[in-house]
């Protein structure tokens, strides 16, 4: 497949995920934005700025979650004392519409304690706003007032109930089904709940979830989720949960799968396990569906980052810290900066920029080249660690660090 096919079939899959989601071009409303690609409507300046300038900060509660926005209202999932919150601000102001609070079946422990806070971004779709729990809680809230319509709990489905480091994924939200990973180490599921009614659609069991987030894949008549699991790479069907297609994903050494599926087209890009960066092609066959390795890049992958495609470019940081450009055809490292960062951190792609926010709270403007690392800007934006994505919106940028939320505009 050609890459002109495969950006047609992608600029299929992003406007069925756009029909189903019904959001405004603009916003961000659920893990890596409208899409799921990290795509943004951004109003780059013609001359950067010195500094940014704050327009407001509100503190919110710890939590490494990345909020989501949709029109003027900021959706936002956090820890406050010993509950999960969850709080809708006004975009505009920061200020607070609603707020509300439950408490968790447990309290992070052991290696993961410093991040007591959630993990997995809120999704918003058809007025509603689903949140997930380090606990895997899984509540669905009204936009409007935050009056609670459902919740489900698992821990009585699985010995393990939640992963050794917690929840880390995030929920999807396609065509009214809301997409989750469920369960512990050793056995999990993928599982489809109703929005409208938290009725479960089908469930497909797994060898337990990953840290990353399920993807949307459009191909032809066929809407395909992508997901992670401890050990492999499956595809299920949206309608029913049917497998379609599944490859090893193991990880090695201190690797996690916590990288989102990349999709482009008919091909997936995945990385995360210690072992570099993989493409495959999926193909519909007479008789299901096949996949066959494309490339494999095994010097250059990332750990706790998804990398961002852009013009057939991928653009991520790597497992040593460092910011790189990789051919997404072929697999080609084409650049890697000598910067060192830690390999927490998040790339956007707004349009004639890059956004990259690492850990250290550096926002890090970029000119989107296969030639060279070209630094057009950077800024100081908190002063304590970030590990949420930016939320980028016309000359908006929305940093959530430790405990608050900021405005920044340019």
Known sequence: MTPAMRGFRGVIGCLALLTTTAMVFGDWPQWRGTHGDAKVEFNAPPTWPKQLTQKWKTTVGLGDATPALVG??????????????ATCLDANDGKQIWQQEYPPKTMVTGAAASHPGPR???????????????????????????????????????KQPWPRFYTGTSPLVVDNLCIVQIGGSGKGAVAAFDLSTGDMKWKADSDGPAYATPALMVLGESKIIVAQTEKSLVGLSLTDGKELSKVAAATARMAQNAPTPVIDGSMIIYT???????AIEIKKEADGYSTAEQWNNAQIGTTFNTPVLKDGKLYGISDRGNIYC???GTGKSLWTDTTRHTNFGSIVDGGSVLLALTQ??????????DKKYTELAKFHVSDSDTYAYPVVSGNKIFIKDKDSVTLFGT
């Open 72 to 85: 003027d209202r900021l959706y936002v999932f956090t820890r406050e004392g010993a509950d999960e919150v």
């Open 120 to 158: 997995s971004s809120p999704a918003v779709a058809n007025g509603k706003v689903i949140t997930f729990g380090i606990s895997e809680i899984l509540s669905c809230w009204d936009a409007e007032s935050g009056k609670l319509a459902w919740r489900k709990e698992f821990n009585d489905e699985f």
């Open 272 to 278: 995360g396990q210690g072992s570099g960066t993989h």
């Open 326 to 328: 990789m051919d997404a």
């Open 360 to 369: 250290k709270a550096e926002l890090i403007v970029l000119e989107p080249s």
